[in-house]
């Protein structure tokens, strides 16, 4: 895939602990220009307020992105989803919706993925990148894994999704929280298959 402008891609933000790392990859996005549409759970938009703060709320998180990451993110445009609307556009296969990533994805998105549930937009949304073949990027983060849960991952990978899990590395010599932010972001913007400058690549 080309770094060009107008890509549109499909975030998805769920319960799961993690907000940092969905904020930032959405913001990176955003910044490369790319039409985000963005679908957030009711536990996801809990974990936004919790773990961000209340200027992180779903309501004015463009502004927040703004404040945080810069004015580069407004290179992009993002659209917000009701995660009830199973109808909205990206539940098509017919939208030209590219790829997508649910960040954090919580134990129970995950199942959803894997066994075809299509309860929620995030979940109807993720089925359709599988069936049509596109990037679908899933990133748990929870320890330990019961077997059920590693089963849905293997389940969710043999039906195509990239399994990327919240396990930041250090060997980039992180001093902050918004380092392993960005090199989390960096793996998920890759899986998306966008290039970026996120975090030094290993030189050896």
Same mark, same amino acid.
């Given at each position: ?5 107008g890509r549109?891609?499909?975030? $998805? ?6 907000? /940092?790392?969905?904020?930032r990859? =959405?913001? %990176?996005?955003?910044? @490369? #220009? ?16 919790e ?20 004015? $580069? ?6 659209t /917000?989803?009701?995660?009830r609307? =199973?109808? %909205?556009?990206?539940a @098509? #296969? ?29 979940e109807?949304a ?28 293997v ?10 899990p919240?396990m ?34 290993w030189?050896?």
């Amino acid at each position: 895939m080309s770094d060009r402008p107008g890509r549109r891609i499909a975030v $998805g933000i769920t319960g799961a602990s993690g907000a /940092l790392y969905a904020v930032r990859s =959405v913001a %990176a996005l955003l910044a @490369s #220009g790319c039409q985000v549409e963005l679908v957030v759970s009711d536990f996801g938009r809990r974990l936004l307020r919790e773990e961000l703060g209340e200027a992180a709320a779903i309501e004015v998180l463009s502004e927040y992105l703004a404040t945080r990451y810069g004015d $580069g993110v407004r290179a992009g445009t993002l659209t /917000l989803h009701s995660n009830r609307d =199973v109808g %909205a556009s990206i539940a @098509s #296969g017919s939208y030209a919706c590219e790829a997508m990533a649910i960040v954090p994805c919580s134990m129970k998105t995950l199942a959803g993925v894997a066994h075809g549930l299509s309860r929620t937009l995030i979940e109807r949304a993720a089925d359709v990148m599988l069936k049509e073949r596109r990037r679908l990027v899933l990133v748990p983060r929870e320890t330990p894994m019961s077997l059920p849960q590693l089963r849905n991952m293997v389940a969710s990978a043999e039906a195509g999704a990239v399994v990327l899990p919240a396990m930041p590395a250090f060997y980039q010599g992180p001093r902050s929280l918004d380092d392993l932010a960005d090199f989390m972001a960096g793996k998920i913007l890759g899986a998306l298959g966008f290039s970026h400058e996120l975090y030094p690549p290993w030189a050896g």
